[in-house]
């Protein structure tokens, strides 16, 4: 029997979550859940806060989820972190905003609060800030003679803000420290009591680069809640998109990476091509990001003329495989990427990475295929791994799926359904409305629906919950980004490594600064 099975057979009752369900369960079965995470029987996929409940959610082989939910009359809940690192930094998230507290937690530090905030646990029970335990203690090294570096969070580059602490033995890092939180914009707080239109505009400005793949999960999970119906026509229009969104992304990756071992060349011609892709991304779909463009029932702009797209596709697929030749057969760029920045396979599984970060390490995992959503189960494609975990690896992990977006978006295209782009999203018309407790708000909502999806992003697996109430406004939304698993997988790949390959390994995971600190 599966961890997911188990769970189900003893919970205390299953909530009406769609398509997946949520059930709410006692401390021991939390603990059960737990363990079977930390010996690898499923993956956590998110854990998240409301005033009163903690939730966890896993996934199974299949895709399938399931949500946990706890309830903490008295503010504190097992820790996951304690037997399962990959939860550490969002209890910390939690206990910041909630004041809910994770007893047996190894590590009791501030994440988001960085002493800033005019109360403490803003979304809990909002003290006064008493600016008590203010100061960050960074871990300590112990060895031979070390010596620290601070990098950040002012970054030479236009960049968002983090700070990296390394230990290092002369150029030898020894340990690597993160303290990130600098752009948190209390995202969950803004969702709450959100119009369902202002919330979907929230939701594709959460993290700008994957404004497809966020539109897409927040959408999804609205049209699950609500029993919402998408015309063809509008989801391979957000297949379509969403695949131009990978391409875009990928080819700045794979030529920012070089750049990162000083072969600007790389940069610029993969520069020329990202700036094609958006380019026909706006001839398209009028915006270069396609921000706003997918919503809750379809999509609100039509593919009026293919051309730009094809012209697009032709001029990658006639000056890319240069570019590909060209990095495999420079001695001194293959120099610094072989072998550098290496995340063990068993590392990417127990921490659930998703996108080229995992399958460069091994981990086979693509929401497009598992759980799978449409139109993907009609388009063939090839969910590619490797093996080696390195730099290089991540590098031709995204070399090949460029080429596999290349490959979906002519399927797309010759497939094109006829048909209308959106369908009215109307909570009123939904028979699932059912009493339920509600999430920051002061008054619970009487009456609410929730739905869950999971989509893949260029950076892998973006996670949307949300619970409407019966005006459909948002009583609770918790979205999830995939670096939120990858920040913690990049300290453990520089150790070994020489500082000067930071950026190089940084660059190779591209983790999202605001998707993570929400």
């Excluded at 209390?186 to 959100?194: E, K, S, V, Y």
């Excluded at 958006?278 to 003329?305: E, N, Q």
């Amino acid at each position: 029997m599966s961890l997911r099975s188990a769970l189900l057979n003893v919970s205390r009752s299953i909530e009406q979550q769609q398509p997946w369900p949520r059930i709410v369960v006692d401390a021991d079965t939390w603990r059960q859940a737990v363990l079977g995470i930390a010996a690898g029987e499923a993956t956590l996929a998110a854990l998240w806060a409301e005033r009163r409940t903690v939730h966890l959610a896993l996934t199974e082989a299949d895709g399938s989820l399931l949500v946990l939910s706890l309830p903490c009359p008295e503010g504190r809940f097992p820790s996951v972190g304690l037997t399962h690192a990959a939860g550490q930094r969002p209890e910390r998230t939690i206990r910041d905003l909630y004041g809910l507290v994770a007893e047996g937690a190894p590590d009791e530090r501030r994440w988001l609060d960085h002493g800033r905030w005019p109360v403490r646990e803003p979304l809990g029970q909002a003290a006064k800030h008493d600016r008590s335990g203010d100061r960050y203690e960074f871990l300590r090294a112990e060895g031979p003679p070390l010596h620290q570096i601070a990098v950040g969070p002012v970054h030479a580059g236009i960049i968002e803000p983090g700070h990296f602490r390394f230990s290092a033995n002369g150029e030898i890092v020894v340990r690597l420290e993160e303290r990130l939180g600098y752009v948190h914009k209390g995202i969950d707080a803004l969702l709450a009591g959100a119009e369902l239109e202002q919330a979907t505009r929230l939701a594709a400005r959460v993290s700008g680069d994957s404004t497809v793949a966020y539109s897409l999960a927040f959408a999804r999970a609205v049209e699950a809640a609500l029993g919402v119906a998408v015309p063809q026509r509008a989801i391979w229009l957000r297949a379509l998109m969403a695949e131009l969104e990978r391409l875009a992304n990928h080819l700045g990756d794979f030529g920012a990476i070089c750049n990162d071992a000083a072969f600007s060349l790389m940069l610029a011609h993969t520069g020329m091509l990202r700036e094609e892709v958006l380019r026909a991304s706006k001839a398209a779909f009028g915006h270069r990001l396609m921000m706003d463009r997918v919503v809750p029932g379809g999509v609100t702009a039509d593919l009026a003329d293919p051309a730009p797209i094809r012209a697009v596709l032709a001029s990658i697929r006639a000056r890319f495989p240069q570019l590909v030749e060209l990095y495999d057969e420079t001695a001194s760029l293959q120099n610094r990427t072989v072998s550098t920045g290496w995340l063990a396979p068993d590392l990417a599984q127990r921490f659930g990475a998703g996108g080229p970060v995992g399958r460069a390490s091994g981990r086979a995992f693509d929401a497009r295929r598992h759980p799978g959503y449409a139109p993907y189960g009609e388009l063939e494609f090839d969910v590619v791994t490797r093996t080696d975990g390195d730099v290089d690896a991540r590098i031709w992990v995204r070399i090949d799926e460029i080429t596999q977006s290349l490959r979906l978006i002519d399927q797309i295209l010759a497939h094109l359904p006829a048909g209308t782009l959106r369908n009215p999203v109307n909570v009123s018309s939904t028979d699932r409305l059912v009493p339920q407790a509600g999430g920051l708000r002061n008054e619970p909502a009487e009456h609410c629906v929730e739905g869950i999806a999971l989509v893949e992003g260029f950076r892998g697996d973006v996670l949307a919950w949300v619970r409407l109430d019966e005006e459909g406004r948002i009583d609770a939304c918790h979205l999830r980004d995939p670096s939120v698993f990858q920040w913690p997988l990049l300290e453990a790949v520089i150790e070994n490594n020489i500082v000067a390959d930071f950026p190089l390994c940084n660059k190779s995971f591209n983790c999202s600064y605001s998707g993570h600190d929400l």
